[in-house]
């Protein structure tokens, strides 16, 4: 079952990403994962939940960890 939410990406994500997962995963070197963290990074996105794990919806791709995002409210 996925779960859908608004949320407001944080800035410096690659920093973010790169301090949760570590130097060994090679974020800073994946072209695609640089593309999605110039396209989504400070936006406010959808982030789709898959096993309890998000993702921006139109990436579904890479899974972003709870350090790289705020949830946003309905008022």
Known sequence: MRENIQARIKM???NNIVSFFGEKELHRTDDEFIK????????????TFCCGDAFETEDDNYWLPECCWEE???K
């Open 72 to 74: 946003i409210k309905a």
């Open 36 to 47: 999605l963290c110039e396209r989504i990074e400070g936006k406010e996105v959808t982030l």
């Open 12 to 14: 410096d994500l690659m």
